[in-house]
């Protein structure tokens, strides 16, 4: 018998969705066992937070949107930290959760709770479904605004008796039993309004509309470039959005001609070598410049809140957010659109001019060589241990084409972002600019289902991988392969370090050298440890060949300290 949980899975085979993310529970089984029977993939996780960012890494890397399902009350809740961190990377998932049957709402049913009032601000769109004919329209309208202007996560209520066979309900709700005339006609007439037009036929799934830049604008801008003699690109996220044009404005980049510093997923861009993509001493060239463009990046903590800026530079700001596009800075110049179309149509315009900026170049080529210096002699520098930035460097050689690096900490994490160079234009993935610890896991296993055909390295600090330690098990149920790579300093050393030199006091920031490697091999994967600068190319060639092999790996790498991030800012 047809019931609400078929509605949600053929709803979502209509949006192209492949993978559906999860921790079981009794209001979601119809969803689960329909998505299951319709060739929609169910990976069942060990915490809600990962079905969310699993999902999260879906939706970055392929076009289709990331899809997770909960159960009511505190699957829900466990969800918040991943949802609010999809609000802020700006990154549209669909968020499906259960419910207790609608007769029974607010009489202290089970794990019922205002799901609605919880999510409201933490969601672009939110509804409460009580009519099954209304299901597919919903799910429809969701995703349709989730990945419009802004994108962002929407989260849709499913009650269980929208969900379960009629007949299940008629049975729960009692109606073939013996009650006062006016508690059957109230329950028969909820019964009625769930079941009438059950199979009705959703309306049509709008396009999604993005709003056009307009000439004028255009002319504005390019007018400004050609004054410009020191102009900087910034780029953020925001330009990775359109999976399927990442190669073309990739290509289009290359036009542009004019130093790139890139932040967050669009350090992918870092793999094409037609683009001049600059990794250090951004501040400094931003106090230089004498135009500085904003593509997808807003003048947050990360840029000084603007201040970073040279106070006689023009800015031009393009942003799909209107609040991030005047954050902190009134821009020479707004845009409100989407920023790869922005790329599209000022490269072909730029590469019409013949743009000279060799001596703005040299300058930062100088400074950009004499930093790769700096890190080289650092990375000789004998630590306890293993030298992290000899670590990276080491590991960087071992990155191939089509490859996934996910970031996942904090002070080993940033370390890796001036060495390692991604593969391929969607090769980085990172929580974005609420810093959110616990995303490895889940990033790991969507961009698995995304991209199956590359290998996914999780680069962890050992404070984060406390988040994803049990997903391990999930890795190998899922036969999932990985090579995961923890940066093992004993403690939370990017607040260590301050807090020490502020206060002399290490209270909260020590965790010691656990053999994480050993929790490794229990749950299915396998485990080395490293402790010498000579082992890292023997072990990371075995691991790799564990890997294709389709096998979960852990390499547990005891680091020393070094004065690298010094002076980096963690709050």
């Known amino acids: 018998m047809k019931h609400g949980g078929d509605i949600v899975a053929s709803t979502l085979k209509q949006h192209n969705i492949k993978h559906i993310f999860t921790l079981c529970g009794g209001h979601i089984s119809p969803i689960l066992v329909s998505c299951s029977q319709n060739d929609i993939k169910v990976i069942d996780v060990r915490h809600e937070a990962t079905a969310v960012f699993a999902a999260d890494a879906i939706s970055r890397l392929s076009p289709a949107i990331g899809v997770a399902a909960v159960t009511a009350g505190p699957g829900l809740t466990n969800t918040v930290t991943a949802v609010k961190n999809l609000q802020m990377a700006q990154v ?35 509804a409460v479904v009580n009519k099954g004919k209304d299901i597919a329209n919903q799910i429809n ?84 470039i050609l004054k410009a003699k020191k102009p900087l690109l910034l780029i953020g996220s925001q330009l990775m959005i359109n999976v399927l044009n ?38 400094l060239a931003l106090n230089e410049c004498d135009l500085v463009i904003l593509a997808g990046v807003p003048c947050d903590f990360r840029l000084g809140y603007g201040r970073q800026i040279n106070k006689d530079a023009k800015i031009i700001a393009i942003n799909r957010d209107r ?38 170049l040299d300058n930062l080529r100088s400074r950009e060589k004499d930093r790769e210096n700096e890190i080289e002699k650092q990375s000789k520098i004998k630590t306890d241990y293993v030298n992290p930035i000899q670590l990276f460097r080491i590991i960087n050689k071992h990155i191939d084409k089509n490859d996934i690096i996910v970031a996942d900490g904090g002070d080993f994490v940033a370390t890796a972002s001036y060495i390692l160079r991604p593969r391929f234009q969607l ?22 289902f995304a991209c199956p055909n590359s290998t996914i390295w999780g ?113």
């Not at 549209?92 to 419910?99: D, I, N, Q, S, Y």
């Not at 130093?259 to 861009?269: D, E, K, N, Q």
């Not at 990172?430 to 889940?442: I, M, N, Q, S, W």
């Not at 994967?525 to 890292?536: A, C, K, L, M, V």
Request: net charge neutral; charged share 20%.
């Open 92 to 126: 549209p998932v669909l968020l499906l959760v259960g419910a207790t049957a609608t007769v029974l709402k607010n009489r202290g049913s089970l794990q019922d709770i205002d799901q609605i009032g919880l999510m409201r601000s933490l969601t672009k769109y939110q």
């Open 141 to 224: 309208k969701a995703i349709i605004i989730a990945q419009s202007d802004v994108p962002g996560p929407v989260f849709i209520e499913l009650p269980l008796d929208l969900l379960y066979p009629k007949d299940m309900v008629y049975d729960l709700y009692g109606l073939n039993q013996k009650m006062s005339w006016f508690v059957k006609y109230y329950l028969q007439r909820n019964f009625n309004k769930i079941f009438n037009d059950f199979d009705k036929k959703p309306l049509p799934v709008p396009k999604i509309n993005y709003s056009n830049i307009s000439s004028n604008k255009l002319s504005k801008c390019l007018e400004m």
């Open 246 to 283: 990442i190669e073309k404005i990739s290509k289009q980049l290359s036009l542009m001609n004019m130093p790139i510093f890139v932040s967050g997923m669009a350090r992918g861009l870092m793999s094409n070598k037609d683009i001049e993509i600059f990794r250090h001493k951004r501040t």
């Open 323 to 360: 609040k991030d596009l005047y954050l902190n800075i009134k821009p020479s110049l707004a845009i409100q659109s989407d920023p790869g179309s922005f790329i599209s149509k000022i490269s072909e315009k730029v590469s019409e001019n013949k743009l000279n900026y060799s001596v703005w």
């Open 427 to 448: 090769g980085w993935l990172d929580p974005g600019p609420f810093g959110t610890l616990g995303v490895g896991a889940g990033f790991i296993l969507g961009s698995n």
């Open 459 to 571: 680069i962890y600090g050992d404070g984060a991988f406390g988040y994803s330690m049990a997903e391990f098990d999930t890795f190998s149920r899922h036969n999932i392969p990985v090579i995961a790579i923890i940066g093992n300093d004993g403690g939370w050393t990017q607040i260590a370090r301050d807090q020490v030199e502020i206060f002399n006091d290490p209270v909260a920031t020590e965790l010691g050298y656990s053999n994480y490697h050993e929790v490794i091999d229990k749950l299915g994967g396998i485990g080395y440890e490293i402790s010498e600068n000579d082992d890292i190319h023997d072990v990371i060639v075995e691991a790799k060949e564990h890997a294709k092999s389709g096998n979960s790996v852990l390499i547990n790498v005891k680091i020393g300290k070094t004065d690298f991030r010094k002076g980096s800012i963690s709050v």
